[in-house]
Nanobody, 126 residues
Framework: QLQLVESGGGLVQPGGSLRLSCAAS????????IGWFRQAPGKEREGIACISSSGGSTTYADSVKGRFTISRNNARNTVYLQMNSLKPEDTAMYYC???????????????????WGQGTQVTVSS
């Protein structure tokens, strides 16, 4: 059974860093594009970063560009989201999701992703 598990969330002060992990079990991530999404209370889910299955293409939402970096280690069947210079407005539940559309495909649209993890909470507060 295809399963994604996020980890690495927690409480961090403004300006701090966290690295989220998205680990896959039951399947290999090699053929899947992975997206990171977040949802804060009362707000819509936002696509923030994604990476193609080949790893050659990435894109970011303007809200995180220059601060967050998505990467993948297919040997470890894991995708990462390095988050630096965190702000209180980054507080949200963070989810990863997988989609298989081709080696160069990537998208920040949640409707394109069929498999989702349960999420990990990130809280940025002093």
């Amino acid at each position: 059974q295809l399963q994604l598990v996020e980890s690495g969330g927690g409480l961090v002060q403004p300006g701090g860093s966290l690295r989220l992990s998205c680990a896959a079990s039951g399947f290999t991530l090699d053929y899947y594009a992975i997206g990171w999404f977040r949802q804060a209370p009362g707000k819509e889910r936002e696509g923030i970063a994604c990476i193609s299955s080949s790893g050659g293409s990435t894109t970011y939402a303007d809200s995180v560009k220059g601060r967050f970096t998505i990467s993948r280690n297919n040997a470890r069947n894991t995708v990462y989201l390095q988050m630096n210079s965190l702000k209180p407005e980054d507080t949200a539940m963070y989810y990863c999701a997988a989609a298989v559309w081709g080696s160069s495909w990537y998208s920040l649209s949640s409707v394109s992703y069929g498999s989702w993890g349960q999420g990990t909470q990130v809280t940025v507060s002093s």
